[in-house]
């Protein structure tokens, strides 16, 4: 199994910056591809960013390309979410997701983080 764990949420202006991390245990955190999604209430879980299991390789919603960017440390079992130039749109529960190389779904998820972009 594969613990996540989301920290990082919380309240802030449009137009400030805000940075999500997630710490991961259990299996090796380098054989998984990381990922971020979002989700408002009543509203289907949104792709935000995913980030290939030895980095380098990046992908992100048009949404959020350009203002938000994914990283890792593989050393420290961890992935986060710098996001910039916030706006109230970006409000929504995040959650980190893993999916192991070569598998066609995320399996596993973290509990959420709330961030709250006010206007």
């Known amino acids: 199994q594969v613990q996540l764990v989301e920290s990082g949420g919380g309240l802030v202006q449009a137009g400030g910056s805000l940075r999500l991390s997630c710490a991961t245990s259990?299996?090796?955190?380098?054989?998984?591809?990381m990922g971020w999604f979002r989700q408002v209430p009543g509203k289907e879980r949104e792709f935000v960013a995913s980030?290939?299991?030895?980095?380098?390789?990046?992908w992100y919603a048009d949404s959020v390309k350009g203002r938000f960017t994914i990283s890792r440390d593989n050393a420290k079992n961890t992935v986060s979410l710098h996001m910039n130039s916030l706006k109230a749109e970006d409000t929504a529960v995040y959650y980190c997701?893993?999916?192991?190389?070569?598998?066609?779904?995320?399996?596993?998820w973290g509990q959420g983080t709330q961030v709250t972009v006010s206007s």
């Open positions: 997701a893993a999916k192991y190389v070569g598998f066609s779904r995320y399996d596993y």
């Open positions: 259990g299996r090796t955190f380098s054989s998984y591809t």
């Open positions: 980030i290939r299991s030895s980095g380098g390789v990046t």
